[in-house]
């Protein structure tokens, strides 16, 4: 699916105009890039988390020359997939029976 085909699908799905959803998919992927820039990372809950990561130098070799090259250290974009995303693609519904983890109880001032 490429963003085109996600706009009309969106469009479908909610009955909003598809100028508005593609100023809206826009200003969200605009958004998260800008983050990721800056180093902070964007997590939306039940999809996955986009985060940057940092590649140290390195050398390699050519596989046409054989030659050993040095390759730089940069910053790459990473996702990571979050769980009822992943569940989702492999099928496993999601477990409802699983019961909230509980806070410990507090002790207040006597």
Do not use: C, H, W
Request: positive net charge.
């Amino acid at each position: 699916m490429n963003k085109a085909q996600l706009v009309e699908s969106v469009v479908k799905e909610t009955n909003v105009a598809k100028k508005d959803v593609e100023k809206v998919l826009a200003s969200v992927i605009d958004t998260t890039v800008k983050a990721v820039k800056k180093g902070d990372s964007v997590q939306l809950v039940g999809f996955g988390t986009f985060s940057q990561s940092k590649r140290k130098a390195r050398t390699a070799k050519n596989p046409q020359t054989g030659e050993t090259i040095k390759v730089a250290a940069k910053k790459v974009p990473t996702f990571k997939a979050g769980k009822a995303f992943k569940d989702t693609v492999n099928g496993v519904k999601a477990d409802k029976a699983a019961p909230a983890a509980k806070a410990p109880a507090k002790k207040g001032k006597k």
